[in-house]
């Protein structure tokens, strides 16, 4: 039982570049988060999805897009990368009793 | 979901018991306490939550006032590991449905010294 995975654990893009950032689940929970952590601040929720087909915008949306491809995965899309978005993101999955199984986090550097 | 508020940084020596003070005025009456911790830029770890009772499990011990305005997380023997950023939450339960929109804050940075 591996939790939750991201890949890739460290990536460097340039200006306008695109990639997404992969998070799947191994504990057959429904719903699932994408959060980006700066410097000095706290989580900002980025997207989450309830269930398998359905996504909804959180906090900080803007320049990013989601995907639920099964109940497994969640992606993060990049589709223009700015030096705004350099940031450390996590994705987190609900469990029983609505605690919180969070990866290990992508560090992504914009240049 | 109601707002929390945690101090930014608190120290405690090793050995001692370090107690994470809480405050969540505006809580409504079906909202959880949730304490979550992160270490040293880790994803955010789950410790503990509650509702109206005092909770312990084998990190820590969760007290709630009565008025569940305020709580405290306590851990009873803090150790250099323990070194990292606190998080308290208030979420609702959606009995088991799974679907909940979280929002952490900043948290409290506790520091343990030897």
């Known amino acids: 039982n591996a939790g939750v995975t991201q890949t890739p654990k460290f990536q460097v893009l340039k200006t306008g570049q695109s990639m997404t950032l992969q998070c799947a689940q191994d504990?057959?929970?429904?719903?699932m988060y994408w959060y980006r952590q700066d410097p000095g601040m706290g989580l900002r929720l980025i997207y989450y999805s309830a269930s398998e087909g359905t996504t909804d915008k959180g906090e900080v949306p803007n320049g990013y897009n989601v995907s639920r491809l099964n109940k497994r995965e969640f992606s993060l899309r990049l589709e223009s990368a700015a030096p705004s978005q350099t940031s450390v993101y996590f994705c987190a999955s609900n469990g029983e009793v609505e605690t919180q199984y969070f990866g290990p986090g992508t560090r992504l550097l914009v240049l | 979901d109601a707002k929390t508020t945690q101090p930014p940084s608190m120290d405690c020596a090793e050995g001692r018991a370090a107690n994470l003070p809480c405050n969540h005025s505006?809580?409504?009456?079906?909202?959880?306490v949730y304490w979550y911790r992160q270490i040293h830029s880790q994803g955010p770890q789950y410790i503990i939550h509650g509702l109206k009772n005092n909770e312990t499990n084998e990190m820590a011990s969760l007290i709630i006032t009565e008025d569940r305005k305020s709580s405290t997380l306590i851990l009873p023997h803090a150790t250099l590991r323990d070194t990292a950023v606190y998080y308290c939450i208030v979420r609702v339960v959606f009995g088991g449905r799974g679907y909940q929109k979280v929002t952490f804050g900043t948290g409290t940075k506790l520091q343990v010294i030897p």
């Open positions: 504990m057959n929970h429904n719903s």
């Open positions: 505006t809580i409504s009456g079906n909202e959880y």
